[in-house]
């Protein structure tokens, strides 16, 4: 009896070392998410606001990671080392969601540059930090760096473009997109190999477009751009119908998007 037990303990202590080579992909990979205050757990004490983050794991089957902070662009979340941090805990096989946009405007030539906006345009271009004179890139350039650091470690890259403020303000709809929705189909396109676009903003788009104007507006308590729990949640919900319908191609997520997810458009 003691020989076996011995020999079983010893064969499954070889299993397990079998069972973990460093490139095998996980069985069940993690979703971990890069992004703003639309996506981030919401800071708010008084719960008005929140992001879509927290609330995508109801609509996927497998663990979510939300990395997403508040007041961030590409830019910023490039210098603090933020992208790093999520190459530093991603395995092969996990799914990394990057979408930025919000906070990724402005010039950074001026002399008061706030550290977040990227230097226009879509390629290799730089511009100086009217501030501190750091270079600064565009936003293709921050996203595709850290798309191509996760594809390298095994993972695949989902860019998905920003959510929309609230397109019934004022009470007409509004479809025109920001041209980081552009830059981030853009940006997943020249990543090539292991990464993928999903128009997340066209999502929410169609669903603003059922929901209508007083419901739109009903989920934006405090500002234009920062939803309620409920518009948190309809974002989620958008996005993951976007991953079912495959909207802009096929992307990882979907072999784990929910059976009976809410159809939001
Ligand atoms: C994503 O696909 C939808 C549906 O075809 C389309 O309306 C939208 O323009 C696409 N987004 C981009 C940025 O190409």
């Excluded at 490039?78 to 991603?90: D, H, M, Q, Y």
Aim: net charge neutral; aromatic share 10%; proline share 5%.
């Amino acid at each position: 009896m003691k020989f076996t037990s011995e020999l079983c303990v010893a064969a499954s202590f070889a299993l397990t070392a079998l069972a973990i080579p460093v490139m095998e992909k996980r069985a069940t990979p993690t979703i971990y998410l890069a992004g703003d205050s639309t996506m981030a757990k919401s800071g708010a004490n008084d719960g008005s606001t929140d992001g879509w983050g927290p609330y995508l794991s109801r609509y996927v089957t497998v663990p979510v990671v939300n990395k997403a902070i508040g007041g961030r662009s590409a830019r910023s979340y490039s210098n603090e080392g933020r992208f790093t941090e999520i190459a530093n805990l991603v395995k092969s096989g996990d799914i990394v969601v990057i979408e930025f946009g919000h906070n990724d405007g402005g010039s950074p030539n001026s002399a008061s540059d706030n550290g977040r906006s990227d230097c226009p345009g879509t390629g290799e271009e730089t511009c100086t930090s009217g501030k501190d004179g750091s270079t600064v890139y565009t936003f293709g350039h921050y996203v595709k760096a850290a798309a191509k650091t996760y594809i390298a470690k095994g993972a695949t890259v989902v860019v998905s473009s920003q959510t929309p403020n609230n397109l019934w303000e004022g009470g007409s709809f509004s479809t025109s997109a920001p041209r980081f929705v552009a830059y981030a189909a853009q940006a997943g396109k020249e990543v090539g190999s292991g990464a993928s676009f999903v128009d997340h903003f066209q999502a929410v788009l169609n669903a603003y477009r059922k929901l209508g104007n007083a419901g739109t507006n009903a989920l934006y308590p405090k500002d234009h751009t920062h939803t309620s729990p409920a518009g948190a949640d309809l974002s989620a919900q958008a996005f993951a119908q976007a991953i079912k319908l495959k909207l802009n191609g096929t992307t990882p997520i979907a072999p784990y998007v929910e059976a009976g997810n809410p159809t939001v458009w």
